[in-house]
């Protein structure tokens, strides 16, 4: 099962990248996904000068246990002005260690989906593709949707997010099905390896 797994995992990994790249490099979906500012050199400044460091950063933020204030920020979420998001004052990783960490990120969720498929051996290509596209579905649920209920992303920004994952993992879910072929043709029906490599 050891090698199947890597195997599994590192194509798996490539398909995956690929595939983000070319959503956000060659198609460009993200391109109208983002707000454009009209003066982002004032927002940063402004930001700046009132930030303390790095971290997430919430508009409105009332101080905890301010029962006023709790009531006029829930209002103001509601009806008005509102912000969610990153800030990094030094700076983030480079393209290419962002790249680096991403593989290695594919890798390790298409090593957990051939370790559940080469456990649960489901006999069909669509039986296969719809056990990889629950898991895709669960983060969808409990990451993606979420992040527009509780962190205001725009509805046209998580589709899209919704479109590339359900669609980057159904790749990986025919390429790790093609993987469990392979290994029946060589090991046998139950894809079993002749001799424990794990």
Known sequence: MCKK???????????LLLWQFAVRELLGIYDDAFVKLKAPAAVEKVLKENLDGSGMIVIPHPEPGDTDAEAKAMEKLTTGFSLFGAVNLAGRNSFGTALGIQFALNVLASAVLMFVLLAANPSTL???????????????LTELIPN??????????????????IVGWALVGLVLAKVMDK???CCGSDGADATPDA
Not at 126 to 140: D, H, Q
Not at 148 to 165: D, P, R, V
């Open 5 to 15: 797994v890597i195997i599994g995992a590192l194509l798996g990994g490539v398909v």
């Open 126 to 140: 669509g039986s296969r593709i719809a056990l990889v596209l629950c898991f895709a579905m669960f983060a969808v």
């Open 148 to 165: 527009w209920n509780w962190g205001g992303a725009s509805l046209t920004y998580i589709g899209k997010q919704i479109g590339e994952q």
């Open 183 to 185: 290994c029946k043709a």
